[in-house]
Every structure is written in C-alpha cells, then in structure tokens.
C-alpha cells in the first residue's frame, strides 16, 4: 500500500519510476549484445543530455545498470518492454480499434509504432504531472504525435476511468488491448479492484 508522501509526491513531481524506466529504455536501445537491446529509440531523445551522454558508452551503461539498478531490476525492465511491444506490434497486426496504457509514463509506443497504427486509437492514462512534462518533452524534441494518440490526464484514486476514457473518445464493444505495465503498486487498493 502506497504511503501519503507517496500520494502527495505524485501530484506534485514527475514521477521517478517513469523517468528511470525512460533511462532504461534509451540505456537499452544502445546496448550492443542483443540479449540487452531493446528497440526504443525514442526513449534516447526523452533523457536530460547529460544522462544520454553517459548511456552512450558501454561502461556508462555498466555503472547505469550496477549502481543505479537493483540486481536485475534493469534486465527486468528490458524483458518487459520487449514483450509489452510484442503485444503491442500483435494488437496492431490484428487490427485492434483501441489500446488503452494505464500509468503510460515515459511510453513511446504510440510515436515508434505510429506508421502501423492505421486508425487505431491509443489512450495514455497518467496523473497530469508525468504527462505534462512527457508532453513537454516530445514538443521540445521536434516529435511528432499521431493524431490518434489521446493523452488522459487521470487521478486513479479519485476520477472514474470509464468516465474519462469516453470523454476522449474510447467506444465499448471493440476490440481493446489494455496494458498495466508499473502502475498497480501505486494505486490504493480499492483503486485496484476498481480498475480490474
């Protein structure tokens, strides 16, 4: 269960969780063994520069993944986002109307994956916070967001998903992959349950 300084910390700063997991992402697509490449090559333009200058270099990328990980945790990350873009790539292949990503932080699958889309709809939900500031990040890059990528500034805790998910557009009935991917750890409990 989530503490109050974590409640608060939220609604006031970017979150830390998104802005190590971008750090990993862009960590990943630079790695030379395949075994740690990922392909998020849009996590590179979404770093501080200094932060991408250290990432750079194999042994920036070593005391990245030795001191700034716990054990694994990094290998964990680059597991996951190789399989979320697997089902990613799968529910465009079949021709899902709709993605919905609860807690999106510094996601980019919308922007890499944006020539597939086709009339997909993708819906990131986060606190208003993160979002802003990713928003703030792809404008400041130059990069271009598919016109059907909604961004759904949301409290978990507090707003209705289904509510804010059909104000911007979200139709029940279709096709839908839904992606929980780090979320669920900082949500209340009933906010869990809600969500399911």
């Known amino acids: 269960m989530k503490s109050k300084s974590d409640v608060k910390r939220i609604h006031t700063m970017t979150s830390r969780t998104a802005q190590w997991t971008c750090m990993s992402r862009a ?14 090559f849009i996590a590179t333009k979404l770093i501080p520069s200094p932060v991408l200058t250290l990432l750079r270099t194999r042994i920036g990328r070593a005391v990245f993944r030795r001191c700034l990980a716990a054990r694994g945790m990094y290998e964990y990350v680059i597991a996951r986002t190789r399989y979320m873009d697997a089902a990613f790539q ?9 993605i919905v990503l609860f807690g ?3 996601d980019t699958r919308a922007v890499r994956f944006q020539s597939e889309l086709g009339s997909t709809q993708v819906f990131e939900l986060d606190v208003t916070i993160t979002q802003a500031a990713k928003i703030e990040r792809y404008r400041q890059r130059g990069l271009a967001v598919p016109p059907n990528l909604k961004f759904v500034a949301i409290d978990f805790d507090k707003q ?5 998910l059909s104000q911007f557009g979200f139709r029940g009935g279709k096709r839908c992959l839904f992606i929980l991917e780090e979320v669920l750890m900082y949500l209340l409990p009933a906010s869990v349950d809600s969500t399911f």
């Open 104 to 106: 999106a932080g510094f």
């Open 90 to 98: 799968r529910a465009l292949d079949d021709r899902f109307e709709q």
């Open 27 to 40: 960590a990943s697509s630079l790695e030379d063994d395949p075994y740690y490449r990922s392909d998020d």
């Open 160 to 164: 209705s998903i289904p509510e804010k």
